[in-house]
Each structure stands twice: as C-alpha cells, then as structure tokens.
C-alpha cells in the first residue's frame, strides 16, 4: 500500500475508460486528496460486494472522518460523517444510479446532531454506497411542521425508482433530535422513497404529501398522491 503526502498530489489517475485509455481527474482546491491528512492508495475494497461493485474503480481510500453532509438548524448542525475506512471511487459505466465519471463514496456512515461539545447519532448506515456527480458536501433540505423541524437527507441522487431519503425530525418544544421511520400500512422502513421528477415531499394541513415514484406497470391507486402524518411519540410518519 501507497501512502501519499497531503501537500504534493495535486491530481490522480483513477482508472481506464472503456477505449482503454488512462483516465485521469484533475482534483481542485476544495476535494483535492491534498485537504486529508491520512490517505492512501488503495484500489481495492473490504465492504461486502453491492450492486454497483462491478460498476465502480475505487481510486483511493480516506482513513480520517470525513464530513459527507451538513446542515446548520436553530440550535445545532446534522451531520453524515464517515468512521473509518471511506473508499472513494468513480462509476466506470453509466446506469441507473449515474454517469460514467461520476463520484462514489463508501462507508460506515452515521447521521449525528451536533449542539456545542454534545453529540447523539441518530442513524447508522453500515457499509453504506451511495453516488453524486460532484464532490461537494450534501445538505438537508428542511420543511416544517407546526411541533417539529424536518430535515430530508438524499445521498444518492438517482436510482430509477425514485428519490430515497432519510428524515429527521427535531422537535420545536423539547429540541430533542431523532431519526423518523416511515410506517406505510404497517410496514416500517427506514428511508422514504418518492418521485424525483417533482418538488421534495410538502407540509399542507399538518400532513406530510409525498408525489409517488410512477413507472410502467404503476397502478391508478398507487400513482395517487401519499399523506403522511407526523407520530412524535412513536418517531414515525405515518401513512394514512
């Protein structure tokens, strides 16, 4: 294993393309591996095999917490960071879940809330893959109802069934900060999936509606608008 000084790699060769010829990224200023003070080159991976495991080239592996999402609230900061080994790579084809070129990360990942020395997880993602056209840091969108803040995170940004997102939920009276599951007839998940051909899910009445993810075969019924009401008590939204 290679291991490479932060402050004398300015780019890096991170793969073939399908002509065979050497490809090669030019890393700027702000997702350059010089901002990591703990990184090596490594063209391998020790997560277990996923869907995409054949699609990507790892480039080279981060062994400092990275910082993958950020959101500033009223009394403190969410955040994905990674724990441990983070392998960054690219897509080697194009598919569902992006372009050929585009950026992947993978990692243990959690979602934590932040207030001054304090800090509570509020989600594990294990082994968690996920792939974006750019480098840049990730935010949470924010809707609201009147007893709580909601803060929508979408690590992968196609999938081609739908955006899928992780919600959190701090509540406006006590400031308590926890992940929301999604209880849709009795069935719990963890992630809420939706159209992403329209606007992020809406508060109208106290009730979160949702725009279905339509594809062919997608009955009448299932293609209709989902609402969802807001279960502080039992950390959920419920479909109704």
């Not at 403190?76 to 724990?83: E, F, H, I």
């Not at 051909?197 to 594809?215: N, W």
């Given at each position: 294993?290679?291991?490479?000084?932060?402050?004398?790699?300015?780019?890096?060769?991170?793969?073939?393309?399908?002509?065979?010829?050497?490809?090669?990224?030019?890393?700027?200023?702000?997702?350059?591996?010089?901002?990591?003070?703990?990184?090596?080159?490594?063209?391998?991976?020790?997560?277990?095999?996923?869907?995409?495991?054949?699609?990507?080239?790892?480039?080279?592996?981060?062994?400092?917490?990275?910082?993958?999402?950020?959101?500033?609230?009223?009394?403190?900061?969410?955040?994905?960071?990674?724990?441990?080994?983070?392998?960054?790579?690219?897509?080697?084809?194009?598919?569902?879940?992006?372009?050929?070129?585009?950026?992947?990360?993978?990692?243990?990942?959690?979602?934590?809330?932040?207030?001054?020395?304090?800090?509570?997880?509020?989600?594990?993602?294990?082994?968690?893959?996920?792939?974006?056209?750019?480098?840049?840091?990730?935010?949470?969108?924010?809707?609201?109802?009147?007893?709580?803040?909601?803060?929508?995170?979408?690590?992968?940004?196609?999938?081609?069934?739908?955006?899928?997102?992780?919600?959190?939920?701090?509540?406006?009276?006590?400031?308590?900060?926890?992940?929301?599951?999604?209880?849709?007839?009795?069935?719990?998940?963890?992630?809420?999936?939706?159209?992403d051909t329209?606007?992020?899910?809406?508060?109208e009445k106290?009730?979160?509606?949702?725009?279905?993810?339509?594809?062919?075969?997608?009955?009448?019924?299932?293609?209709?608008?989902?609402?969802?009401?807001?279960?502080?008590?039992?950390?959920?939204?419920?479909?109704?």
């Amino acid at each position: 294993m290679l291991w490479v000084s932060s402050i004398c790699l300015f780019s890096i060769i991170i793969g073939c393309n399908s002509e065979g010829k050497i490809k090669q990224i030019k890393l700027d200023s702000s997702t350059s591996i010089a901002k990591y003070q703990n990184v090596s080159v490594d063209n391998s991976t020790t997560f277990p095999k996923t869907e995409l495991s054949d699609s990507i080239a790892v480039d080279f592996v981060v062994n400092e917490q990275s910082i993958r999402a950020e959101q500033k609230t009223d009394k403190g900061t969410l955040l994905m960071v990674s724990n441990g080994r983070e392998e960054k790579g690219h897509l080697l084809v194009s598919s569902i879940w992006g372009q050929e070129g585009d950026y992947t990360f993978q990692s243990n990942y959690s979602v934590v809330y932040r207030q001054e020395e304090k800090e509570k997880v509020l989600l594990v993602l294990p082994a968690f893959q996920y792939v974006q056209p750019t480098q840049k840091k990730l935010t949470f969108k924010h809707i609201s109802f009147h007893s709580a803040d909601i803060y929508i995170l979408t690590p992968q940004y196609q999938t081609g069934y739908g955006a899928e997102s992780y919600l959190f939920t701090i509540d406006k009276q006590s400031g308590d900060a926890f992940h929301l599951e999604i209880n849709k007839n009795g069935i719990v998940s963890k992630s809420l999936i939706y159209s992403d051909t329209t606007s992020i899910p809406a508060v109208e009445k106290e009730t979160l509606v949702i725009h279905p993810s339509v594809r062919a075969g997608t009955s009448e019924q299932d293609a209709k608008d989902m609402h969802y009401r807001l279960d502080l008590k039992n950390k959920q939204l419920i479909a109704e």
